[in-house]
C-alpha cells in the first residue's frame, strides 16, 4: 500500500506545485491589474479634484461677477431715476418758464397797444389855430406869414382824423414851423 500512495503523493504534489504556480501568477496578474487600476483610479481623482477646483474658481468669478453686474445695474437705475427726476422737473420748469413768458408777453403786448393808442391818439386829436412858417435869414420874407392846415382829412376807416401835413420850403435856408395859440408862438426850425 505504501508503493500504491507514493505514486499519489507525487501526483497530489506536482498538481499542488502547479495549482500553487498558476495561483502565484494569478494573483501577480491581479496585483499588477489592480495597481495599473489603482494608478488610473488616482489620475482621474487628480483629474476631478483639478476640475472641481476649476469649477469652485469659475463659480467665484461668476458670483463676483453676478455682484458686480447687480451692483452696476442698481447704479445705473439709480442714476436713471435721478435723471428722471430732474428731466421732470426741467419740464416743470420750462412749462412754469413758458406760462411766464406767456403772461410777459401778453403784458407787453397790451403795453405796447396802449401806447400804440396813446400815440395815435395824438396824431388823431383835431386841432385848432393856424400854422405860421417862419423862413430864416435877413430879407423881408423871413416874417412869420400863416400856413393853414387842414383839420382833417379822410382816414381808410371812414372817420375823419387830423393829420399832420409837410411844409413846403418857398425858399432855402432855415425852416421852421410855428403853432400858434391864444396869441403864444412856440417854434421848432429845422435845418436843411
Not at 435721478?82 to 413758458?98: G, H, P, S, Y
Not at 389855430?129 to 430879407?139: N, Q
Request: some cysteine; proline content about 4%; aromatic content about 2%.
Amino acid at each position: 500500500m505504501a508503493g500504491g500512495l507514493l505514486p499519489v503523493a507525487c501526483a497530489t504534489a506536482v498538481v499542488l506545485s502547479v495549482v500553487r504556480r498558476w495561483l502565484t501568477q494569478h494573483e501577480e496578474r491581479t496585483t499588477a491589474s489592480v495597481n495599473q487600476l489603482l494608478v488610473q483610479h488616482r489620475l482621474k481623482q487628480d483629474e476631478l479634484i483639478e476640475r472641481e477646483r476649476a469649477v469652485i474658481t469659475q463659480e467665484r468669478r461668476v458670483q463676483r461677477m453676478t455682484a458686480f453686474s447687480d451692483l452696476r445695474a442698481r447704479s445705473v437705475y439709480t442714476r436713471l431715476d435721478m435723471v428722471t427726476d430732474d428731466n421732470q422737473a426741467l419740464r416743470k420748469r420750462c412749462e412754469d418758464l413758458e406760462t411766464d413768458l406767456a403772461e410777459v408777453s401778453e403784458e407787453y403786448n397790451e403795453l405796447v397797444g396802449e401806447v400804440l393808442r396813446q400815440r395815435g391818439s395824438v396824431f388823431t386829436r383835431r386841432t385848432t389855430g393856424t400854422a405860421t412858417l417862419i423862413m430864416g435869414g435877413g430879407d423881408e420874407q423871413a416874417r412869420p406869414r400863416p400856413v393853414p392846415i387842414p383839420l382833417s382829412r379822410p382816414a381808410a376807416d371812414g372817420e375823419d382824423h387830423a393829420r399832420p401835413t409837410a411844409a413846403r420850403t418857398r425858399c432855402g435856408g432855415r425852416l421852421g414851423l410855428a403853432l400858434q395859440r391864444d396869441g403864444t408862438a412856440a417854434r421848432e426850425h429845422e435845418s436843411m
